[in-house]
């Protein structure tokens, strides 16, 4: 059962009541709306709060506080959806039912988490400088570890040609540099306008009534001055000019990446027939592209496709020789054309929609799927159940894929290729 409650205004509740399981979840997201000058801001300050609150300052006895509640976690959320960008919490902790004789897991944890969010130590009108410096250099760390997955580095930079003039460009945890340039204060003057200011999804899975989640939420966020600012809709893409870009490094193997544009996103009615299309020309082992380029002709080591629904762009990434370029972007093309000529088999049809099927039919596995499904939903714009949204999905039909392929635009191109190639 799903409850949706508005907490106050701004403060949004959703309840999945569900008894199967021994862990309830627990999401807390202040939603902002995803610019260059927050990215990096947003996204380190559910870490730096995680270095310590006034009872426990430090990580050894936030340990000690999380194990004696049976173990329960916190773990900071840094996450994009479309235009917005989210930061706060995820909780883990056992239901009630399970603990002994009349104590609240729920109660005390979330009295805890109050803790953690709003009773913070700090020094010089800011955080603990301390704790900004190690989470900076921990943040810097990750955005810098994407050198290492050449795939993942060649696609976030045609994301930021592509979408140069759209907030899906901002890198999500900012910038090396954007990080290195905050300081403890900036950082605190930031949070206190964020906890003002931010629409607060909360998203919880377990047991508990509703009404009493509600109200222990409720008293969580009781003592918070707020002036809530209501958040823009989800817009389409804001398209850069057309680029074809290369770029030159010690690599190994080339990374070319191809990426497309179409009117349809996760806000639109053919959205389940778009995922079909890109389940179906590189979703998998069964695709189009795996089985064509990769395996029939050998031309590359990797390739798959990847549909952003929240903005329409749907992207091929591959892996090969540096001589090998110009063939496999006539081979992706052509193996789109196929589609957009509907020469595309009741097998490649099925098996794209098992796929998609399968994963939906896990999300009610875990209380961690069923939260991160819901938030994606909720806060993408389409607001579709997972129930909904498999109907959806067998509803789908060969003429739905057609349409969805034949709005496909080729827009952006970026090739990384090795400095002696």
């Given at each position: 059962m799903i409850t949706t409650t508005e907490i106050s205004p701004g403060i949004r509740l959703r309840c999945?009541?569900?008894?199967?399981?021994?862990?309830?979840?627990?999401?807390?997201?202040?939603?902002?709306?995803?610019?260059?000058?927050?990215?990096?801001?947003?996204?380190?300050?559910?870490?730096?709060?995680?270095?310590?609150?006034?009872?426990?300052?430090?990580?050894?006895?936030?340990?000690?506080?999380?194990?004696?509640?049976?173990?329960?976690?916190?773990?900071?959320?840094?996450?994009?959806?479309?235009?917005?960008?989210?930061?706060?919490?995820?909780?883990?902790?056992?239901?009630?039912?399970?603990?002994?004789?009349?104590?609240?897991?729920?109660?005390?944890?979330?009295?805890?988490?109050?803790?953690l969010l709003f009773d913070y130590p700090t020094e010089n009108g800011g955080f603990l400088d301390a704790f900004v410096q190690g989470e900076k250099v921990n943040q810097i760390y990750a955005i810098q570890a994407e050198l290492n997955d050449k795939r993942a580095y060649a696609t976030r930079q045609l994301l930021k040609s592509l979408c140069a003039g759209d907030s899906f460009g901002v890198a999500r945890m900012g910038e090396p540099e954007e990080v290195e340039a905050i300081t403890a204060q900036a950082l605190l003057r930031h949070y206190v306008t964020l906890r003002r200011e931010s629409a607060i999804e909360l998203i919880y899975v377990g047991s508990a009534s509703p009404e009493r989640v509600e109200t222990l939420l409720r008293r969580l966020f009781a003592g918070e001055v707020r002036d809530y600012r209501s958040l823009p809709g989800q817009t389409d893409l804001h398209l850069a000019p057309k680029n074809d870009l290369t770029e030159t490094m010690e690599v190994a193997q080339g990374k070319l990446c191809m990426g497309f544009v179409t009117p349809i996103t996760n806000r639109t009615a053919d959205f389940p027939a778009m995922q079909m299309l890109s389940a179906i020309l590189g979703g998998d082992m069964t695709s189009k592209l795996f089985q064509n380029i990769r395996e029939k002709q050998s031309l590359c080591y990797s390739i798959g496709s990847g549909y952003y629904s929240a903005k329409g762009i749907l992207l091929v990434s591959a892996g090969i020789d540096f001589d090998k370029e110009a063939h496999v972007r006539q081979e992706v093309l052509r193996q789109l054309e196929e589609c957009c000529r509907g020469q595309i088999t009741q097998a490649e049809l099925e098996a794209a929609r098992a796929a998609l099927l399968s994963a939906l039919q896990a999300v009610p596995d875990s209380p961690s799927a069923i939260e991160g499904y819901d938030s994606a939903m909720a806060l993408g714009g389409s607001g579709m159940t997972q129930q909904a949204h498999m109907a959806a999905l067998r509803a789908v039909g060969l003429e739905d894929v057609v349409r969805c392929a034949r709005s496909l635009e080729l827009h952006t191109t970026y090739f990384l290729k090795g400095a002696k190639a």
């Open positions: 999945y009541t569900d008894c199967r399981f021994k862990q309830n979840a627990l999401s807390i997201q202040y939603v902002r709306p995803m610019c260059r000058e927050e990215a990096a801001m947003n996204a380190l300050i559910p870490s730096v709060l995680l270095r310590g609150c006034r009872s426990a300052p430090d990580l050894r006895r936030i340990t000690m506080r999380l194990d004696e509640l049976y173990g329960a976690s916190v773990s900071p959320i840094s996450r994009r959806a479309g235009d917005y960008q989210t930061t706060g919490f995820y909780v883990s902790m056992m239901d009630d039912r399970f603990a002994m004789e009349g104590e609240s897991v729920l109660e005390k944890t979330l009295s805890f988490v109050g803790e």
